[in-house]
C-alpha cells in the first residue's frame, strides 16, 4: 500500500507569514491529492483537489502544488483562523490513506 | 439542507458489537462512493472502509471484524463492527468521496468506545 507523510508535523507562525506544508507519497499517485482542514473541535473541510484546485469558498491565499509522489500546501499569508490540522490524502485508489497530520499554530 | 448525520456510536465492551448509521440528506446514498473515516482522541484521521464504484474496501485493521453496505430504502449508510477492540476507540465520521475531488462532505460524527 501507499504510504502519505507529511512534514513538518508541526509549526508555529506569525500573522503574514508564507506557510508551507509538504507532503509525501511512497508511489506516484498522479494529482490524486487532496488537503483538508480541520479547526479545533471541528469536523475536517475539503480544501484543496487535485492537488491544485481551491474547493469552493476556499480563501485564495491557500494553493497547492505538485504531481507524482511531492506535493505542497501553501498558505501566502497566515490569518488566525488558520490556526487548524492539516491532513493530506491520496483518492486515486483504496486505500484511502491520509496523511498524519500538520499543526499550525501562531 | 445536504447533510450526512450519523448514530449508533457508544460505549460497548471489548468483543462487542455496534452498528454505525448515516443518514443522507438530499444525497443519494446509493449513487455516492460513501465511506467511513476516524479519529482516535487527539490523533490523525483515518481511512477505515469505502463502498466505491458499488464494491466494498477496507483497511488492513479492520477487515474481516467491520463491513459496510448501504440500505437504500433508507437513504442510509451502515458499517457493522464485530469484534470491537480498545484501539477501535475513535470518533467515527461519515463522508462522501467525490471521484476527482476527495471527501466533499462529511458528516458531524459518533463516537465509539471501546472499554470494559
Known amino acids: 500500500d501507499i504510504q502519505m507523510t507529511q512534514s513538518p508535523s508541526s509549526l508555529s507562525a506569525s500573522v503574514g507569514d508564507r506557510v508551507t506544508i509538504t507532503c509525501r507519497a511512497s508511489?506516484?499517485?498522479?494529482?490524486?491529492l487532496a488537503w483538508y482542514q480541520q479547526k479545533p473541535g471541528r469536523v475536517p473541510n475539503l480544501l484543496i483537489y487535485?492537488?491544485?484546485t481551491l474547493q469552493s469558498g476556499v480563501p485564495s491565499r491557500f494553493s497547492g502544488g505538485g504531481s507524482g509522489t511531492d506535493f505542497t500546501l501553501t498558505i501566502s499569508s497566515l490569518q488566525p483562523e488558520d490556526v487548524a490540522t492539516y491532513y493530506c490524502?491520496?483518492?486515486?485508489?483504496?486505500?484511502?490513506?491520509f496523511g498524519p497530520g500538520t499543526k499550525v499554530d501562531l | 439542507e445536504v447533510q450526512l448525520v450519523e448514530s449508533g456510536g457508544g460505549l460497548i465492551q471489548p468483543g462487542g458489537s455496534l452498528r454505525l448509521s448515516c443518514a443522507a440528506s438530499?444525497?443519494?446514498?446509493?449513487?455516492?462512493?460513501m465511506g467511513w473515516v476516524r479519529q482516535t482522541p487527539g490523533k490523525g484521521l483515518e481511512w477505515i472502509s469505502i463502498?466505491?464504484?458499488?464494491?466494498?474496501y477496507y483497511a488492513d485493521n479492520v477487515k474481516g471484524r467491520f463491513t459496510i453496505s448501504r440500505d437504500s430504502s433508507q437513504n442510509t449508510l451502515i458499517l457493522q463492527m464485530n469484534s470491537l477492540r480498545a484501539e477501535d476507540t475513535a470518533l467515527y465520521y461519515c463522508?462522501?468521496?467525490?471521484?476527482?475531488?476527495?471527501?466533499?462532505?462529511w458528516g458531524q460524527g459518533t463516537m465509539v468506545t471501546v472499554s470494559s
Open positions: 463522508a462522501r468521496l467525490i471521484k476527482f475531488k476527495g471527501f466533499d462532505m
Open positions: 438530499e444525497v443519494t446514498v446509493g449513487s455516492n462512493d
Open positions: 463502498i466505491y464504484f458499488k464494491k466494498p
Open positions: 508511489q506516484g499517485i498522479s494529482n490524486y
Open positions: 487535485a492537488a491544485s
Open positions: 490524502q491520496k483518492y486515486d485508489s483504496a486505500p484511502f490513506t
